[in-house]
């Protein structure tokens, strides 16, 4: 069984920073891809950031500058700086992991269940 847990959400100021993780755990044999998603109110789920296999990574224009994903292979855990927030950032964050459980080459899609960032003075 794979989870993927969140943390580090929270209320912010605008201007001000935060720091996500989202850690899996359970039977994880290899992770090629790891991404975070945001949904506010009323919005469809979008993309965030990404960062796959080889440390390429990719944004959504609207975070480009201010946002950074990283990644700890050895803890299977991606990270999500948030710098200079915006009250438009507002919503619930989601992890998102393609990952292949016991080495059998066939990879799945998991989900967290999400932390919530609110920017707000």
């Known amino acids: 069984q794979v989870q993927l847990v969140e943390s580090g959400g929270g209320l912010v100021q605008p201007g001000g920073s935060l720091r996500l993780s989202c850690a899996a755990s359970g039977s994880i044999f290899s992770i090629n891809y790891m991404g975070w998603y945001r949904q506010a109110p009323g919005n469809q789920r979008e993309l965030v950031a990404a960062i796959r296999s080889g440390d390429s990574t990719n944004y959504a224009d609207s975070v480009k500058g201010r946002f950074t994903i990283s990644r700890d292979n050895a803890k299977n855990t991606v990270y999500l700086q948030m710098n200079s927030l915006k009250p438009e950032d507002t919503a619930v964050y989601f992890c998102?992991?393609?990952?292949?459980?016991?080495?059998?080459?066939?990879?799945?899609?998991?989900w967290g269940q999400g932390t919530q960032v609110t920017v707000s003075s």
């Open positions: 998102n992991a393609h990952l292949d459980p016991y080495g059998s080459r066939t990879y799945y899609w998991y």
